[in-house]
């Protein structure tokens, strides 16, 4: 009902900036946040970032706040995730989300839809 295609991974050093985007198809109205989540290696997926998509109320991890910021663009259907100061321990693939219940997607049982992942490697 609701693809999402991610793009904008890839290599980047200590430090630096990288820029991810999410577009949704399909089913657009079934949805009303979407955000991110990423998988380090050995590790479970944990929430990154998210913004519900009709008021605008984001949430971060705390690994990550006051250096991603995530942004929407409604007329595409598109969210975005802003990295900055990035760490070797921001290394990971990261997946979009997107859901459509009363549920936030931080919790994972609020995601309804996910993408594939895009590879973000931080390191020298």
């Known amino acids: 009902q609701v693809q999402l295609v991610e793009s904008g991974g890839g290599l980047v050093q200590p430090g630096g900036s990288l820029r991810l985007s999410c577009a949704a198809s399909?089913?657009?109205?079934?949805?009303?946040?979407m955000g991110w989540y990423r998988q380090a290696p050995g590790k479970q997926r944990e929430f990154v970032a998210a913004?519900?998509?009709?008021?605008?109320?984001?949430s971060y991890a705390d690994s990550v706040k006051g250096r991603f910021t995530i942004a929407r663009d409604n007329a595409k259907n598109t969210v975005y995730l802003q990295m900055n100061s990035l760490k070797p321990e921001d290394t990971a693939v990261y997946y979009c989300?997107?859901?459509?219940?009363?549920?936030?997607?931080?919790?994972?049982?609020?995601?309804?839809?996910w993408g594939k992942g895009t590879l973000v490697t931080v390191s020298s």
């Open positions: 989300a997107a859901g459509g219940s009363y549920v936030s997607i931080a919790e994972e049982r609020g995601v309804d839809y």
């Open positions: 399909g089913s657009i109205f079934s949805i009303n946040a």
């Open positions: 913004i519900n998509w009709s008021g605008g109320v984001i």
